[in-house]
C-alpha cells in the first residue's frame, strides 16, 4: 500500500494510513478540492461526494463564466483564502500593499517524498526512519500577487495519524501582511456533529465538554500567549451517537503551545468546516519578497470504532513520533518534590531531611522546587537571578546535591527561564529586557513579568545563567515551570510595524530555549509545567517526555483532571503526585491507596513533608514504589480505555491499560459515594482477547476476555468514601487452561 498516491487522470490525490484514507482532488480551475477523510476505501476515488447546486447569494469565480454551480462559498476545499467570495471561516489572509485582501489560490504543482518533513524551530512529529512517514507537498499560488501556499502533510501509516502545516512564501515582488494562517483546514460533508473539548481553569484543568455542532462558529481559543489551562488546543468532532467505542470521530491536535484558536462552522449546506492555528488576534507577520511563514503543524486522526481509538491512534502517534527524550519507553525515577512539603520555607537541612527519608523508603530522585536561587522567599522577587541563595542553602548548591548523590539518589531542579521579577538583580540591570509597553504600567500577574525572549541575547543571557547551575550539580532532571500569562506584548527590538510578530517570535524563542537545554543535556528528564498544567499540549511534549497535570493534588478532583488529558496525550506524559492529606488544595482527606491508585496513572511521585509522615504511611509508600515500579511498563506502553466517566452514573471511575500483546490488563480506579444499602456497580472491560482465559490475581477466578467485557464484573462495595479500585489479569497460557 502506497501511503500516498497521486492519480494523474482524474487528478486525485490519496493517503492511505492502515485504516483510514483522506482524499483531494484538483477540480475545476485547479481548485483543491477536500473529497473524503474515513474509513479506508481502498481503491475507490470518493468523487461523486460533491454536488454542485446554483445557490442564490454564493457568487462564482470568474473563470467559472456562466456556470452558477461552481461556488466556493459551498465547495469542500483543502485551504481557502480570504476575500474569494467563501464567506465561512478561512486558512489564511493576507493584505496586499494596496490595501487589498483577495487571494486566489490554484494548484500548482506537488512533490511525494520519502519520510516526514520538518519544521525549522517548530515542534513537529517526526519518523525514526522513512518507511514510519511519507509527505506530500501541494503547493498553491495567487497569479496576481506571487504568493505561494505550500501544503505540508506527514502520513503516518502505522499510527493512523496524518499531520498537516502549511508554509507561506511571498514569491511576488511586494511586502505582504500575514494576517492569518490556519495550519489545518478540514470540510466534513456531514451535519449532527458533536464537538468534544477541554476547557479548565487553573487547578481544573481539561474538563470535557461535549455539544452539538450548530450552525453558525464555534470557537476554542487561547490568547493568553501559552495554551492555556482555559482551553487545550485540541479538539474531537464525532457522530453524536458515538461512544467510547462506537461511531465515527475525528481528533485534532495542534502542535504549538502558544495562542491558538479552533473554529467549527456549520455552514448552509449542512457541511461542517474545521480550522486549527494560531490566533490571528494580535497576529500580523510581515513577509517580505522572498521571505516565508511557517504555520506550526497539527496532528489529524479519525476513527470509526468511537473514542478510544482516537485517543490510541494520538497516545501511540506521540509516544513514538512526538516525545524525543529516550525516558519516553524507559522507567521514569520516582520522585519526592519539596513544593508543597516546604512552599519557600526550607534550609539545606530540611532538604536533605526529605531527601534521606525518601530514600529510606525507595524514591530515586530530589526534587528541589522554587526558591533556591536570587532572593526568592516568596513569590513576588528573584526571577531571572539564577544563582543560589547560600542564605537558604548554606554551603552551597553543589555541596547539598553531592550529599544527595552520595544518598545514590539522582537531583533535580525548578527554574522558570521565561519570567523577570521586577525585584531582581536581572530587571535592575536590563529593565528592558521584559515586553512592556512604553509608556503604560505593565500588567503583572503573580509579581512578575515576562522576560523577552524573543530576542536571542536575553534567551542566551539566561540559559547561560541555568547552564551554569545545571553543571556545577550534575543534575538528572528538570521542571521547566511558567506562572503567568503573556501580556504588554511589546517588544523593543522590533519595528511598529512588526509588533504583531511578537507573540509568535516569543513562542519561537521558548523553543529555542529549550531546544538548547535538551541538546546540550541529551540524558536529562525534562518535566514542564505551567502553573499545573497550563502547557499541556503536543508542543511541549517534543521536549519534555511529561508534563506537570496540574497543581491541584487533589486525587478526586484529579480523576477529572486527569480523564479529560487522556483523550489527547498519554498518560506517561502526566506529571501525578501523591501528596499529604487533608490535601493543600480542597481540604479533602483520601487514603493513601486512592492518591497512589490516581497517582500511579501518570508518572509517580510524592509531593509532601516525608520527614513528618507517619511510619505506618511510610511502610505503605514503599511498597506503593516497589508497586509502581512493577505496573510501569504496562501504564507506560499499553493502550488505555475510559471504563467509566467522571460524572455517569456508576458512582465510579474506573479506566484500564491493556498490554499491547492482550496478555495483562490492570484495572484501577476510584469509587465514589459510599451509600448506605448500596446499588452494585458493573464494570466492563474493553480490549481483551475474547475468547482466551483471564485470571484475575486477587481473587484467582478465571474469566473469558468476552466474560469481563460483555457480562462485566461487579465493582467492591465501597467501606467509605473514595476508596481505590484494582484488578489485575494475566491471560492464562493454553497449559495453564489445560490445568485448571
Ligand atoms: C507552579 C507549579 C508548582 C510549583 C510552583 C512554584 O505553580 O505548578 O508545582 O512549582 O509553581 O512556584
Same mark, same amino acid.
Not at 530 to 540: E, K, T
Given at each position: 500500500?502506497?501511503?500516498?498516491?497521486?492519480?494523474?487522470?482524474?487528478?486525485?490525490?490519496?493517503?492511505?494510513?492502515?485504516?483510514?484514507?483522506?482524499?483531494?482532488?484538483?477540480?475545476?480551475?485547479?481548485?483543491?478540492?477536500?473529497?473524503?477523510?474515513?474509513?479506508?476505501?481502498?481503491?475507490?476515488?470518493?468523487?461523486?461526494?460533491?454536488?454542485?447546486?446554483?445557490?442564490?447569494?454564493?457568487?462564482?469565480?470568474?473563470?467559472?463564466?456562466?456556470?452558477?454551480?461552481?461556488?466556493?462559498?459551498?465547495?469542500?476545499?483543502?485551504?481557502?483564502?480570504?476575500?474569494?467570495?467563501?464567506?465561512?471561516?478561512?486558512?489564511?489572509?493576507?493584505?496586499?500593499?494596496?490595501?487589498?485582501?483577495?487571494?486566489?489560490?490554484?494548484?500548482?504543482?506537488?512533490?511525494?517524498?520519502?519520510?516526514?518533513?520538518?519544521?525549522?524551530?517548530?515542534?513537529?512529529?517526526?519518523?525514526?526512519?522513512?518507511?514510519?512517514?511519507?509527505?506530500?507537498?501541494?503547493?498553491?499560488?495567487?497569479?496576481?500577487?506571487?504568493?505561494?501556499?505550500?501544503?505540508?502533510?506527514?502520513?503516518?501509516?502505522?499510527?493512523?495519524?496524518?499531520?498537516?502545516?502549511?508554509?507561506?512564501?511571498?514569491?511576488?515582488?511586494?511586502?505582504?501582511?500575514?494576517?492569518?494562517?490556519?495550519?489545518?483546514?478540514?470540510?466534513?460533508?456531514?451535519?449532527?456533529?458533536?464537538?468534544?473539548?477541554?476547557?479548565?481553569?487553573?487547578?481544573?484543568?481539561?474538563?470535557?465538554?461535549?455539544?452539538?455542532?450548530?450552525?453558525?462558529?464555534?470557537?476554542?481559543?487561547?490568547?493568553?500567549?501559552?495554551?492555556?489551562?482555559?482551553?487545550?488546543?485540541?479538539?474531537?468532532?464525532?457522530?453524536?451517537?458515538?461512544?467510547?467505542?462506537?461511531?465515527?470521530?475525528?481528533?485534532?491536535?495542534?502542535?504549538?503551545?502558544?495562542?491558538?484558536?479552533?473554529?467549527?462552522?456549520?455552514?448552509?449546506?449542512?457541511?461542517?468546516?474545521?480550522?486549527?492555528?494560531?490566533?490571528?488576534?494580535?497576529?500580523?507577520?510581515?513577509?517580505?519578497?522572498?521571505?516565508?511563514?511557517?504555520?506550526?503543524?497539527?496532528?489529524?486522526?479519525?476513527?470509526?470504532?468511537?473514542?478510544?481509538?482516537?485517543?490510541?491512534?494520538?497516545?501511540?502517534?506521540?509516544?513514538?513520533?512526538?516525545?524525543?527524550?529516550?525516558?519516553?519507553?524507559?522507567?521514569?525515577?520516582?520522585?519526592?518534590?519539596?513544593?508543597?512539603?516546604?512552599?519557600?520555607?526550607?534550609?539545606?537541612?530540611?532538604?536533605?531531611?526529605?531527601?534521606?527519608?525518601?530514600?529510606?523508603?525507595?524514591?530515586?530522585?530530589?526534587?528541589?522546587?522554587?526558591?533556591?536561587?536570587?532572593?526568592?522567599?516568596?513569590?513576588?522577587?528573584?526571577?531571572?537571578?539564577?544563582?543560589?541563595?547560600?542564605?537558604?542553602?548554606?554551603?552551597?548548591?553543589?555541596?547539598?546535591?553531592?550529599?544527595?548523590?552520595?544518598?545514590?539518589?539522582?537531583?533535580?531542579?525548578?527554574?522558570?527561564?521565561?519570567?523577570?521579577?521586577?525585584? =531582581?538583580? +536581572? *530587571?535592575?540591570?536590563?529593565?528592558?529586557?521584559?515586553?512592556?509597553?512604553?509608556?503604560? /504600567?505593565?500588567? $503583572?500577574? #503573580?509579581?512578575?513579568?515576562?522576560?523577552?525572549?524573543?530576542?536571542?541575547?536575553?534567551?542566551?543571557?539566561?540559559?547561560?545563567?541555568?547552564?551554569?547551575?545545571?553543571?556545577?550539580?550534575?543534575?538528572?532532571?528538570?521542571?521547566?515551570?511558567?506562572?503567568?500569562?503573556?501580556?504588554?506584548?511589546?517588544?523593543?527590538?522590533?519595528?511598529?510595524?512588526?509588533?504583531?510578530?511578537?507573540?509568535?517570535?516569543?513562542?519561537?524563542?521558548?523553543?529555542?530555549?529549550?531546544?538548547?537545554?535538551?541538546?546540550?543535556?541529551?540524558?536529562?528528564?525534562?518535566?514542564?509545567?505551567?502553573?499545573?498544567?497550563?502547557?499541556?499540549?503536543?508542543?511541549?511534549?517534543?521536549?519534555?517526555?511529561?508534563?506537570?497535570?496540574?497543581?491541584?493534588?487533589?486525587?478526586?478532583?484529579?480523576?477529572?483532571?486527569?480523564?479529560?488529558? =487522556?483523550? +489527547? *496525550?498519554?498518560?506517561?506524559?502526566?506529571?501525578?503526585?501523591?501528596?499529604?492529606?487533608? /490535601?493543600?488544595? $480542597?481540604? #479533602?482527606?483520601?487514603?493513601?491507596?486512592?492518591?497512589?491508585?490516581?497517582?500511579?496513572?501518570?508518572?509517580?511521585?510524592?509531593?509532601?513533608?516525608?520527614?513528618?509522615?507517619?511510619?505506618?504511611?511510610?511502610?505503605?509508600?514503599?511498597?506503593?514504589?516497589?508497586?509502581?515500579?512493577?505496573?510501569?511498563?504496562?501504564?507506560?506502553?499499553?493502550?488505555?480505555?475510559?471504563?467509566?466517566?467522571?460524572?455517569?452514573?456508576?458512582?465510579?471511575?474506573?479506566?484500564?491499560?491493556?498490554?499491547?500483546?492482550?496478555?495483562?490488563?490492570?484495572?484501577?480506579?476510584?469509587?465514589?459515594?459510599?451509600?448506605?444499602?448500596?446499588?452494585?456497580?458493573?464494570?466492563?472491560?474493553?480490549?481483551?482477547?475474547?475468547?482466551?482465559?483471564?485470571?484475575?490475581?486477587?481473587?484467582?477466578?478465571?474469566?473469558?476476555?468476552?466474560?469481563?467485557?460483555?457480562?462485566?464484573?461487579?465493582?467492591?462495595?465501597?467501606?467509605?468514601?473514595?476508596?481505590?479500585?484494582?484488578?489485575?489479569?494475566?491471560?492464562?497460557?493454553?497449559?495453564?487452561?489445560?490445568?485448571?
Amino acid at each position: 500500500m502506497d501511503p500516498i498516491k497521486f492519480n494523474p487522470q482524474t487528478r486525485v490525490f490519496t493517503l492511505r494510513t492502515r485504516s483510514t484514507m483522506y482524499q483531494m482532488q484538483i477540480e475545476r480551475y485547479d481548485t483543491l478540492v477536500h473529497l473524503y477523510y474515513g474509513a479506508n476505501l481502498g481503491d475507490a476515488e470518493i468523487v461523486h461526494r460533491i454536488v454542485n447546486l446554483d445557490r442564490g447569494f454564493s457568487g462564482n469565480p470568474y473563470e467559472a463564466e456562466d456556470d452558477r454551480r461552481f461556488s466556493l462559498d459551498v465547495l469542500p476545499q483543502e485551504y481557502t483564502a480570504e476575500g474569494n467570495g467563501d464567506y465561512r471561516i478561512q486558512g489564511i489572509e493576507i493584505r496586499h500593499p494596496d490595501g487589498s485582501n483577495c487571494l486566489q489560490l490554484k494548484y500548482r504543482s506537488h512533490k511525494i517524498l520519502p519520510g516526514k518533513y520538518s519544521l525549522p524551530g517548530l515542534p513537529a512529529l517526526f519518523a525514526r526512519d522513512s518507511s514510519d512517514a511519507s509527505t506530500l507537498e501541494i503547493l498553491l499560488a495567487d497569479s496576481v500577487s506571487g504568493v505561494e501556499v505550500k501544503l505540508l502533510y506527514g502520513v503516518f501509516p502505522q499510527c493512523d495519524v496524518i499531520t498537516r502545516a502549511v508554509e507561506v512564501i511571498n514569491n511576488g515582488s511586494s511586502r505582504i501582511a500575514l494576517k492569518k494562517a490556519m495550519s489545518l483546514e478540514l470540510d466534513i460533508p456531514k451535519r449532527s456533529l458533536d464537538m468534544i473539548h477541554f476547557y479548565g481553569r487553573h487547578n481544573m484543568e481539561r474538563q470535557t465538554e461535549r455539544r452539538p455542532v450548530c450552525h453558525g462558529i464555534q470557537t476554542i481559543e487561547s490568547k493568553r500567549g501559552m495554551s492555556s489551562h482555559h482551553h487545550n488546543p485540541a479538539v474531537i468532532l464525532c457522530d453524536r451517537t458515538a461512544t467510547e467505542d462506537y461511531g465515527e470521530c475525528c481528533g485534532v491536535v495542534f502542535v504549538y503551545s502558544g495562542n491558538f484558536q479552533c473554529q467549527v462552522e456549520l455552514d448552509q449546506a449542512e457541511q461542517t468546516r474545521l480550522t486549527m492555528g494560531i490566533h490571528h488576534s494580535n497576529f500580523s507577520f510581515r513577509l517580505n519578497p522572498g521571505e516565508s511563514f511557517i504555520a506550526p503543524e497539527a496532528v489529524l486522526t479519525w476513527s470509526g470504532k468511537g473514542l478510544e481509538q482516537i485517543s490510541h491512534h494520538f497516545h501511540d502517534a506521540f509516544r513514538k513520533h512526538l516525545i524525543r527524550s529516550s525516558y519516553v519507553n524507559r522507567h521514569r525515577p520516582v520522585l519526592v518534590n519539596n513544593w508543597e512539603a516546604t512552599y519557600f520555607q526550607f534550609d539545606e537541612k530540611k532538604l536533605y531531611g526529605i531527601a534521606k527519608a525518601a530514600k529510606d523508603i525507595g524514591i530515586e530522585l530530589f526534587v528541589l522546587d522554587d526558591g533556591w536561587f536570587g532572593k526568592r522567599d516568596d513569590d513576588i522577587s528573584g526571577l531571572g537571578d539564577w544563582y543560589v541563595n547560600e542564605k537558604k542553602i548554606h554551603g552551597g548548591l553543589p555541596a547539598l546535591v553531592q550529599r544527595i548523590h552520595d544518598l545514590g539518589m539522582k537531583f533535580g531542579i525548578w527554574i522558570e527561564p521565561e519570567m523577570i521579577s521586577e525585584d =531582581s538583580d +536581572l *530587571y535592575r540591570a536590563h529593565p528592558d529586557w521584559c515586553l512592556k509597553v512604553p509608556g503604560r /504600567n505593565p500588567m $503583572t500577574s #503573580r509579581g512578575q513579568l515576562n522576560l523577552d525572549v524573543s530576542r536571542k541575547e536575553v534567551r542566551d543571557y539566561v540559559m547561560g545563567q541555568i547552564f551554569q547551575v545545571l553543571d556545577a550539580c550534575q543534575v538528572e532532571y528538570v521542571k521547566w515551570d511558567v506562572n503567568r500569562a503573556v501580556s504588554n506584548v511589546y517588544s523593543l527590538s522590533l519595528p511598529d510595524d512588526r509588533q504583531g510578530e511578537v507573540l509568535h517570535r516569543h513562542m519561537l524563542g521558548v523553543y529555542d530555549m529549550m531546544e538548547q537545554l535538551v541538546s546540550r543535556y541529551p540524558d536529562l528528564l525534562l518535566e514542564t509545567c505551567a502553573g499545573g498544567g497550563g502547557r499541556f499540549d503536543a508542543g511541549m511534549l517534543y521536549y519534555s517526555p511529561q508534563i506537570w497535570c496540574s497543581d491541584n493534588t487533589d486525587a478526586i478532583d484529579r480523576l477529572e483532571v486527569q480523564y479529560g488529558t =487522556s483523550f +489527547l *496525550y498519554p498518560v506517561s506524559t502526566m506529571g501525578a503526585h501523591v501528596s499529604v492529606c487533608p /490535601n493543600h488544595q $480542597t481540604g #479533602r482527606t483520601t487514603s493513601m491507596d486512592t492518591r497512589a491508585a490516581v497517582a500511579m496513572s501518570g508518572t509517580f511521585g510524592y509531593e509532601l513533608d516525608l520527614e513528618h509522615m507517619a511510619d505506618e504511611d511510610k511502610k505503605l509508600a514503599a511498597a506503593q514504589i516497589k508497586e509502581f515500579k512493577r505496573i510501569e511498563p504496562l501504564i507506560q506502553s499499553g493502550d488505555y480505555y475510559r471504563i467509566t466517566a467522571p460524572g455517569d452514573d456508576h458512582n465510579a471511575v474506573v479506566w484500564s491499560f491493556v498490554a499491547k500483546d492482550k496478555r495483562k490488563a490492570l484495572v484501577l480506579g476510584v469509587t465514589l459515594r459510599k451509600y448506605a444499602n448500596p446499588p452494585i456497580t458493573l464494570i466492563h472491560l474493553r480490549g481483551l482477547e475474547a475468547d482466551a482465559q483471564y485470571k484475575e490475581t486477587g481473587s484467582g477466578h478465571v474469566y473469558t476476555g468476552a466474560v469481563l467485557m460483555y457480562a462485566g464484573i461487579p465493582l467492591p462495595v465501597p467501606e467509605t468514601d473514595y476508596q481505590a479500585v484494582r484488578f489485575e489479569f494475566v491471560m492464562l497460557s493454553c497449559l495453564d487452561t489445560l490445568m485448571l
